[in-house]
């Protein structure tokens, strides 16, 4: 524990950035785990755009769950070790894949980003000018969640507007 490092943090206590942090730990393995296996399963139209996007969020998850365990360990905590406990910590769940269409999975994973979204603004918010190394490091997560849901939007409607036309041409 860098006891330097955490004797700047104040008007919080320490504990309960780690128990936020882990909540976010938990959610970030949900997610990753959620993004690689809807790349396995897609099916459908322009499944190959959806694919590269969620293999690339995938990757991003498991970066923020490496940088959120790094933290809890700064701060003297000890990252869940029992992919058990994801579910009980997690804030954002985990939404199986039930229909593998490509619009489907695609509003499944914008319903974690937006939830991702809150939870990092949500931990913001509390460290601000308070934890500041936290408070950085959920502001970089935070921006990527953002890009995340905007990547996913923008191909949804792309998706849904070329499927429209399909429909409009064969009328
Ligand atoms: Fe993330
Ligand atoms: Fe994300
Ligand atoms: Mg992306």
């Known amino acids: 524990m860098a006891r330097r490092g955490n004797s700047i943090i104040k008007g919080i206590e320490i504990n309960e950035i780690i128990t936020l942090l882990n909540k976010a730990y938990a959610d ?36 923020h769950a490496n940088m959120v365990a790094d933290r809890i360990l700064q701060l003297g905590g000890t990252p869940l070790l029992n992919p058990k406990d994801w579910f009980t910590h997690t804030n954002c769940g985990y939404e199986e894949p ?12 914008i319903k974690g980003e937006q939830c991702a979204i809150s ?31 905007e990547d996913l939007q923008a191909l949804h409607d792309d998706i849904t507007e070329f499927i429209a036309d399909i429909k409009k041409n064969i009328q």
């Open 28 to 63: 970030e393995w949900l997610a990753y785990y959620q993004y690689f296996i809807e790349a396995k399963v897609i099916k459908g139209i322009m499944k190959d755009a959806a694919i590269a996007e969620l293999t690339q969020h995938a990757t991003d998850e498991l970066r």
């Open 98 to 109: 039930k229909e593998f269409d490509v619009v489907q999975i695609l509003e499944d994973s």
């Open 119 to 149: 939870v990092y603004s949500n931990i913001a918010e509390i460290t601000k000018d308070k934890d500041i190394v936290t408070y950085d490091i959920v502001s970089e997560i935070l921006a990527d969640e953002v890009e995340h849901e």
